[in-house]
């Protein structure tokens, strides 16, 4: 199994930055590499087992199932259902702590994915730069 963990501070206190990134639907209004997000079946885009169907600005498509969501942690987890990416058991979770100095936050996004070896570095590195580039996104919007 291949791991990516990426982190960052964001500029703002948690409560904000988790309004931005709440909404599992919401991910092209904060983040620049997708372009349109829908959530099948009709279901609500907090509830735990949704599908966001979503397309990324260079071109694909990816599926995405919401596994929890908590408020209180401020954590969503989801599993990707079909990508364009030779990956498999792709497993996601995108979670915010409080920074007290400064009332700032700590942004943590981490999965885990089956790959085969030839293109473990490479699935790495380009995960990685999706995680960085929303967390970048967030720090320019928070004025960070």
Known sequence: MAKVYCSSVINAPIDRVWARIRD?????DW????????????????????????HLKAGG??????LALSD?????????????LPITDYVSTLRLRPVT????????WSSEFGVEPAQKADMEKTIAGVYT??????KKHFGG
Not at 24 to 28: D, M, S, V, W, Y
Not at 37 to 53: A, F, K, L, T
Not at 61 to 66: A, D, K, Q, S, T
């Open 24 to 28: 599992f639907n919401g991910l092209p």
């Open 31 to 54: 983040h620049p590499a997708f372009e349109n997000s829908q959530i099948e079946d009709g279901q609500s885009r907090d509830q735990v087992g949704c599908v966001r169907n979503f």
């Open 61 to 66: 498509n990816i599926r995405e199932r919401l």
């Open 72 to 84: 209180d942690q401020h954590l969503y987890t989801y599993t990707i259902l079909e990508s364009p």
């Open 101 to 108: 100095d400064g009332n700032r936050t700590f942004a943590e």
């Open 133 to 138: 580039g929303g967390f970048d996104a967030l």
